[in-house]
């Protein structure tokens, strides 16, 4: 099993006592988020945040938490009322936290990037602005340690005893984007807490080291939450908002729905396209990094967040707009290994399919096979992909259906390497996939591995399983 080499990270693996079942996917472009409007006054100046997030998109402005009170200019171009925002913004890939009071403004910008869209990063932010030591006043820790100012790029704290928090009556609290719906994050959030007025906190009250692997873990949190905190699990796909703190104060859903409900948790981490892959042409990547589009008549491909030395591993994918000219399949590591055009594989060693019957691979050459292996898919049927890479002839199995139509050996280069899922579309020709934690596309059977693991249309075949940290850890 092999992560990409950005993936410093592997805090996504966990063997400890406490799980996460769920997870909520938000999607930036359907501006999906929660949000409460706080019906009784909180702590102004104490608080404290503990998330889980997996990053899915790295561009543009996204933000995943915000207290809102009401906002007002302040006449220098700014707001006032607009308390705390937390967030990537532009194009920067380290973690922001943006408190406002009156017309103050105090950010703190990481130097430490969060750019591994295979991981999850624990976030924690504590912020007590009765603190004399300015330092003190508002602290960042990813998993588990403290960003120092020597972290930050831009380090401008509270005044003292500022108001930054939910102090006013009808004022907004949001997760997955600004209160008003404005800056909308793109990835994955678990096992949210927000403490009101709760001092003496650490992360270690929320997660904790592995005693074997060192990783960073989560844990349970036995602590108040305070008039206005809560904790979002996630569990209730009929409400997503669902506060399970015991305090009632459940959140409303923007363009949320049950669909939204992911299995790719922090102690469950599934497989994703990923963004980080150098090809020549770059596609559009979005919903949690399973649905990859692109825009223009040039060949995009993208890669995933997990590669495969051995194992027996299943996933899923269902063709998108004109059958044809798009591809799924496997390929091994490399920096430029993409399509030129239809009939032309570049670098590095690839077998795909495509959706009308022929398959390719490629190995210092191009070797395509004639017609008629299979007939055409359908924008309605499931392509099901088994790949076998512990027996002495590793093999590729292609299922339309659930229906076996194509097993091939591995060309003899990639036989023992290190290969990952892969696709490439063409003008409006795409796969959506499904790693079996999260998929666009409506699951009807919700078949899962032997292990329980995964949702997927069809039963993995006997043996397989599904790409996840998980099996990983078992068979990987």
Known sequence: MAFLTEAANRGS?????????????????????????????????????????????????QQFWQFLSSMTSDGGGGYSGWPTRIGFW?????????????????????????RDTSAW????????????????????????????????????????????????????VAVGAQADGGYPWSGYIADVHLLDGQTGKTPSDFAEYDEDSGIWIPKQYTGAYGTNGFHLKFEDSSNMGLDSSGNG???????????????????????????????????TISEGATKVRIDDSTDDGAKASIGLTNGKWYWEAKPVGTIGSQYIGIQTDGDSNIYSNANSLLNNYTMVINTTGRYYSYSGSLSESSA??????????????????????QTIKYYKDGSLILTLDLISTMQGQTVFPFLVNYENRSWDINFGGYTINTISSAASDADG??????????????LCTKNLEEYG
Request: charged share 15%; proline share 4%; glycine share 6%.
């Open 121 to 172: 990063y624990h976030i924690v932010v504590m912020q007590d602005t009765t603190q004399s030591t300015d330092t003190n006043r508002t602290k960042i820790y990813i998993n588990g340690t403290l960003l120092l100012p020597a972290d930050l790029d831009y380090d401008q704290y509270p005044t003292q005893n500022a108001d930054t928090a939910m102090h006013v009556l009808n004022s907004r």
């Open 90 to 114: 532009y194009s920067t890939d380290g973690l922001w936290v943006d408190s406002r009071h009156g017309t103050g403004n105090a950010r703190l910008t990481s130097l430490v990037f969060q």
């Open 372 to 393: 008629g292996q299979f007939t055409n898919f359908t924008t309605s049927q499931w392509l099901g992909i088994a790949l076998d890479m512990d027996s002495g002839t």
């Open 13 to 61: 693996i966990s063997t400890g006592p406490y799980q996460i079942e769920n997870s909520l996917k938000v999607e930036r472009t359907n501006t999906e988020y929660l949000h409460r409007t706080v019906s009784s006054a909180g702590n102004a100046k104490v608080w404290c945040a503990s998330m889980w997030i997996k990053r899915s998109e790295l561009d543009g402005s």
């Open 453 to 466: 693991y995964g949702i997927f249309e069809y039963a993995p075949p006997s043996g397989y399983y599904a």
């Open 249 to 283: 104060n459940n959140l409303t859903s923007n363009n949320i729905t049950a669909a939204d409900q992911s299995t790719d948790t922090p102690t469950n981490n599934f497989c994703t396209w990923n963004p980080l892959w150098n090809y020549a042409s770059y596609p």
